[in-house]
Structures are given as C-alpha cells and as structure tokens.
C-alpha cells in the first residue's frame, strides 16, 4: 500500500504541494525534542519523511522530533487517491550540558562483565519500546509522574567526572526516596523490574500507536509485565538505583523510536500552539 501511495506522491506533487483542499491541524512546538499533535480529517495514511506514522479513526496523529532532528521534514497526508504534501521547517535547540562529579567510576567506566548486562539492558529497553498496539490510549493525556524539582532536562549532555557522555534522553524529577510514582496515563506495562545498570529498577508503560513513557532509578516496582493501568495509578516508588547519584525519577518518552520531551505530552490538549497547515 505505502508503494502505492508513494508512486502518486511521485507523479503529483508538483501539483498537490503548491494547494491543498484539506487543512490540517498541527498543535505543538516545531522544534528538535518536541511532539506535535496533528488532526487532518479524512486522512487514510500519514507519513513524515515517508515513513508512516500511526493514525486514529477520526484522524489525529503524533510526530516526535529528536534531539537532533534535521531543519526540513516534510509531512504527507494519503486521502483516496491524492497525497498532500506540507513541508516543515524545525527549528533548533540549545541544550544545556550538566557537570556531575562523585559518580562511581564504574558506572562511568564499565568493567567487560557490566558491559554484558548493559547489553541485556539494550535489547529488554528496545524490545519494550517497540511493543505494538493500535487503541490510542494517549488521547486520554497525561500528568506528571512525581511531584519534585526538575534536576536534569532533555537534551542536555552531561560531563561525569569530567568525561563527556551521551546526551540525557528524558527528565529527572528530584523527590524523596519512597515517594510514589504515578502512571503518567493509561497503558499496559512493557517491562517492570531490574535493577539494570544505567536505569536500575524501571517500569515502561505502553499507551497506544508506538507511544511509550518510561520511569526509571526506582526503589521498587508495584506492577509486572502485562498489567492494565489508569492514570494515577500507583507503579513504583522513587529511588536511586542504577546510575544515580541522589534519589529521583527519571521520566522518558518514546514514539517510533524517537526520544522526545515528555514535559511535552502534558500539552497534548494545549491550543495555545496551533495552526493550519
């Protein structure tokens, strides 16, 4: 189907993309880290960069934008047997860069005997975020975790005892050990347990149409693989396992693969930032 639609892009665009009929609806930040909520009614397939990304039955889709995203994307939108097409510009970002220092040097430096269960840690990581399901729970929103101060941001490269590591890919919300950690929405549970070496005790949470969050350094889980949650339900507890120098939460979010800001699903229902296309 994909080729079918792509060899129409090919022969009309020069057409389709200098007027469309339908307008759609972006609501969100165009920028590197960010999420965008898109609703173009009658829309059978969508595609960001001819790759197709999930759409609900009354036409609303989500897009995320990695750290590093490209300036231009280019978004196309399948109806019978036309493609619209709407490129779009993204704008950068200016990440901050943290200096920690006091960390374990293993947790810096892994032995060859941590590198295996980093390793283990990968695949169970990549195989819950690629869990698949097709009820978009996310429509439902999303609140924070945790109450706490914001320690760590997206994005952000950190420097642990003066060595450079890969940039942060969620936020850390500093609390009190034991704290409870809520479910961010509905969802099913991908992966709950540990203690892993980067994220010590971890719980992802699937929420529909490739849409993951993550919660990790907890002390403790209270769900397992499988389970049904609501939004508020209990799921864990903060703590400090894994790499982690205090006690705190870190909160990821994932889509297709792309880590974006999750501060940026608590604006999903947000018409502030808003246009058509």
């Known amino acids: 189907m994909m080729k079918h639609f792509k060899a129409i892009y090919l022969t009309c665009f020069s057409i389709l993309c200098a007027s469309s009929a339908n307008a759609v609806e972006i609501c969100g930040q165009l920028a590197q880290g960010e999420l965008i909520k ?33 300036k231009a994307k280019t978004l196309q939108i399948a109806r019978s047997e036309n493609i619209d097409a709407y490129p779009l510009e993204i704008a950068p970002t200016t990440w901050d860069v943290q200096k920690i220092n006091g960390v374990p040097p293993r947790k810096v430096e892994p032995t060859e005997k941590d590198l295996h269960k980093i390793n283990i840690e990968r695949e169970d990581l990549h195989r819950a975020l ?37 940039p942060h890919r969620g936020i850390d919300i500093a609390a009190p050990e034991n704290t409870p950690v809520y479910a961010s929405s509905d969802g099913t549970v991908t992966l709950s347990g540990g203690d892993y070496f980067y994220i010590g005790n971890v719980v992802v949470l699937d929420h529909g149409q490739n849409l993951s969050t993550i919660y990790a350094h907890l002390k403790n889980t209270t769900v397992k693989k499988g389970d049904k949650v609501k939004q508020g339900d209990i799921i864990g507890y903060v703590g400090k396992t894994g790499r982690a120098t205090g006690p705190h939460l870190h909160w990821g979010a994932s889509i297709n693969n792309v880590r974006f800001q999750p501060l940026s699903l608590l604006k999903l229902g947000d018409k502030t930032f808003c246009s058509n296309l």
Not at 45 to 57: A, M, N, R
Not at 157 to 166: G, T
Request: charged share 25%; glycine share 12%; no cysteine.
């Open 38 to 70: 898109g609703q173009a009614e009658g829309a059978e397939q969508v595609f960001i960069d001819d790759k197709q990304v999930e759409i609900t039955s009354d036409g609303e889709f989500l897009i995320a934008f990695d750290r590093d995203a490209e």
């Open 130 to 166: 690629s869990y698949h399901t097709t009820t978009p729970l996310w429509q439902k929103g999303f609140v924070m975790p945790v109450k706490g101060r914001i320690s760590g941001n997206f994005g952000g490269q950190r420097i642990m005892n003066k060595k450079p590591r890969s």
